[in-house]
């Protein structure tokens, strides 16, 4: 009786796993699909090709300058760089004397305490000085920008999918909306439309408003699409500043592993398949008959007999 029942309940709930998978199978087939506009207007990172893509890419020391002076110019009053010191623009190329100028002049004193008075002050920045943020504090940013918080830049590279492709692609995607983008989707006051974005609409005003906006001293044409190229270039840099290092030794490790790959290589050659092996084989097993027979093949090879 008791089988009975364990079987019947057995039966009982397989019944009940099939009419449930079954019905959430023909409910999602015959439920049509909710319309996702972000999904459907959001466009991916158009293509980027910075000369530190790929195994073996390396910096351009000079975009990165330009870059840099973007960064100086038109992203420093809202964007943070944290993760920076001033020292640092020395590895894009800038010498002692230039860093130091550098962070002397920047628009924005470094928040210090008179040690005097105990009162807080502002100072002129050093090279050992990280960057100082444009904001007292985050209240004071949201305040400043219709409540929207300007990320810090440092590792924005890393923090977007995309990358330096979608650093990129938001810089110059900014447009009018589409005609078909309904209404509920469009961009309200203070907001931006922009494909690129997450959601479509970004509270940052378009930053590079047209070409010669920073005059480059190399003599490179400062359009607005050369512009966004380097600035992402520099905030690639500020996330990976040791990518030609990792680069490096990855190329050494390999060119390691296939000398010690092509060692073992012929290490088994010489052992597995030297004369010897092949007197054994000549020999057949090593029976007490064959012994013989392989210490005088090994003879005749030239090898001494164990």
């Known amino acids: 009786m008791v089988r009975f029942l364990g079987i019947l309940a057995g039966i009982v709930m397989v019944f009940v796993a099939a009419w449930s998978f079954g019905h959430g199978a023909y409910s999602f087939l015959t439920t049509p699909k909710e319309r996702n506009v972000v999904k459907e207007f959001?466009?991916?990172?158009?293509?980027?090709?910075?000369?530190?893509?790929?195994?073996?890419?390396?910096?351009?020391?000079?975009?990165?300058?330009?870059?840099?002076?973007?960064?100086?110019?038109?992203?420093?009053?809202?964007?943070?760089?944290?993760?920076?010191?001033?020292?640092?623009?020395?590895?894009?190329?800038?010498?002692?004397?230039?860093?130091?100028a550098i962070a002397n002049q920047w628009q924005i004193d470094v928040p210090d305490i008179d040690p005097k008075t105990g009162e807080p002050k502002g100072r002129k920045a050093i090279p050992a000085d990280h960057f100082p943020s444009p904001f007292a504090n985050e209240t004071a940013a949201r305040q400043a920008n219709n409540?929207?918080?300007?990320?810090?830049?440092?590792?924005?590279?890393?923090?977007?999918?995309?990358?330096?492709?979608?650093?990129?692609?938001?810089l110059t995607g900014y447009r009018n909306p589409p005609g078909n983008l309904p209404a509920e989707n469009r961009p309200g006051p203070n907001l931006h439309y922009?494909?690129?974005?997450?959601?479509?609409?970004?509270?940052?005003?378009?930053?590079?408003?047209?070409?010669?906006?920073?005059?480059?001293?190399?003599?490179?044409?400062?359009?607005?699409d050369q512009m966004a190229k380097d600035v992402a270039a520099f905030l690639t840099w500020t996330a990976e500043p040791r990518l030609e290092n990792r680069h490096r030794t990855g190329?050494?490790?390999?060119?390691?592993?296939?000398?010690?790959?092509?060692?073992?290589?012929?290490?088994?050659?010489?052992?597995?398949?030297?004369?010897?092996?092949?007197?054994?084989?000549?020999t057949g097993p090593l029976n007490p008959v064959n012994m013989a027979k392989r210490d005088a093949a090994a003879e005749e090879a030239g090898i001494p007999s164990a």
Request: hydrophobic share 35%.
């Open 147 to 170: 409540n929207a918080l300007p990320p810090d830049l440092s590792l924005i590279a890393k923090a977007r999918e995309g990358g330096a492709s979608y650093v990129y692609s938001l």
């Open 251 to 282: 190329l050494a490790m390999l060119i390691f592993l296939l000398f010690t790959t092509v060692l073992g290589y012929l290490a088994y050659q010489n052992i597995w398949h030297g004369p010897t092996s092949r007197a054994v084989r000549r």
């Open 42 to 100: 959001h466009e991916e990172p158009r293509d980027l090709h910075l000369a530190s893509d790929g195994p073996f890419g390396k910096y351009d020391r000079q975009q990165l300058q330009r870059g840099f002076q973007v960064y100086k110019e038109v992203c420093s009053s809202c964007h943070s760089l944290r993760y920076v010191a001033f020292r640092n623009l020395e590895e894009i190329g800038y010498n002692e004397a230039e860093v130091k």
């Open 194 to 224: 922009n494909p690129w974005f997450a959601n479509l609409n970004i509270a940052m005003p378009p930053p590079l408003k047209s070409d010669g906006q920073v005059g480059y001293k190399d003599g490179t044409k400062p359009t607005v």
